[in-house]
Nanobody
């Protein structure tokens, strides 16, 4: 059974940082792409970043240079380091898994499995 569990969300002031974690079970990172998505109420999930099974990474233009995706295959966990957070980054963050791992799309409909999300709030 595939399970993705996000953690690490919270409340920070503008300019602050958070590191989100996506702990995967029932999948191995060697065979899956993991993506991170951001969603605010009433909006579609927006792809932020992904990491392929080979470790290649893709970032949305809006977060390039500010967010960093990484993984620890020994822990079967993918991380999203978010720096210089701004109020526009407020919302729910979801990780998702795409079987195969060779592609790294930022489109939500590609992904097979989803976590329940973790909430991030950025305000002063």
């Amino acid at each position: 059974q595939v399970q993705l569990v996000e953690s690490g969300g919270g409340s920070v002031q503008p300019g602050g940082s958070l590191r989100l974690s996506c702990a995967a079970s029932g999948v191995t990172l060697d065979h899956y792409t993991i993506g991170w998505f951001h969603q605010t109420p009433g909006q579609e999930r927006e792809g932020i970043s992904c990491i392929s099974s080979s470790g290649d990474t893709v970032y949305a233009h809006s977060v390039k240079g500010r967010f960093t995706i990484s993984r620890d295959t020994s822990k079967n966990t993918v991380y999203l380091q978010m720096n210089d957070l701004q109020p526009s980054h407020t919302g729910n963050y979801y990780c998702a898994a795409l079987y195969g791992g060779e592609y790294c799309p930022l489109l939500s409909h590609w992904y097979d499995y989803w976590g329940q999300g973790t909430q991030v709030s950025v305000s002063s």
